[in-house]
């Protein structure tokens, strides 16, 4: 079955450290999408990509980093920029070729700090 | 810029009632509307979607939405639950501007209890 697959599921970070969250999909999908959700706040859009070697920010990209070099593949970087990583990370993909398809979404990756 | 309410936080229900839980949009374009389900360390699961055409949207698992242009709104409801609908519900629009870019609400979630 087609689908978004997010390692590891569980991750700790320590101060000053950057790690990497992988997400790799199946479904041939151009577009991909990484999400940041805290408590009470929903998901906040943090990068998104709509082809290949292309990526925008999004509403908080500040302090993370990506990277298209494949059309299955989006890592997220969590750099030591980023104050306060502990978060519940969604990685995401659809059609991009029109607004009214659907995003379909990975299991996700809870980091945490050591 | 579209924004999303969900104005609950919380919903309490008892197993076999029925349930709404309330969503409202601002965009200045027209929009499509999505609800996604969430369960615990999971990923978001695609219950139903508002394209166009009826207003009345069935989904998954016994789920039906109902848009409404004048109010703004895109309810969720579900005439009988289940305790396994014990759950978090995101609302989520996206423009009609030739991509997809979902903004989501801050969740609502359902507590079925016996």
């Known amino acids: 079955d087609g689908g978004i697959t997010q390692s590891p599921k569980y991750l700790f970070r320590k101060e000053g450290q950057n790690v990497t969250l992988s997400c790799e999909q199946n479904l041939n999908h151009d577009a991909m999408y990484w999400y940041r959700q805290d408590p009470g706040q929903g998901l906040r859009l943090i990068y998104y990509?709509?082809?290949?070697?292309?990526?925008q920010k999004g509403d908080i990209a500040e302090g993370y980093s990506v990277s298209r070099e494949k059309k299955e593949s989006f890592p997220l970087t969590v750099t030591s920029a980023q104050k306060n990583p502990t978060a519940f990370y969604l990685c995401?993909?659809?059609?991009?070729?029109?607004?009214?398809?659907?995003?379909?979404f990975g299991d996700g990756t809870r980091l945490s700090i050591l | 810029a579209q924004s999303v309410t969900q104005l609950d936080s919380q919903v309490p229900v008892f197993e076999e009632a029925p349930v709404e839980l309330r969503c409202n949009y601002s965009?200045?374009?027209?929009?499509?509307l999505f609800w996604y389900v969430q369960y615990p360390n999971q990923g978001l699961q695609l219950l139903l979607k508002y394209l166009s055409g009826s207003t009345l949207v069935k989904g998954i698992n016994g789920f039906e939405a109902e848009f409404n242009k004048s109010q703004t709104s895109f309810h969720l409801r579900k005439p009988s639950v289940h305790i396994s609908d014990t759950a978090e519900y995101f609302c989520?629009?996206?423009?009609?501007?030739?991509?997809?870019?979902?903004?989501f609400g801050t969740g609502t979630r359902l507590l079925v209890s016996p």
């Open positions: 965009s200045s374009v027209s929009v499509y």
């Open positions: 995401a993909s659809s059609r991009p070729d029109s607004s009214n398809q659907p995003q379909h």
């Open positions: 989520a629009v996206s423009e009609d501007t030739g991509f997809q870019k979902l903004v």
């Open positions: 990509s709509q082809i290949v070697n292309d990526f």
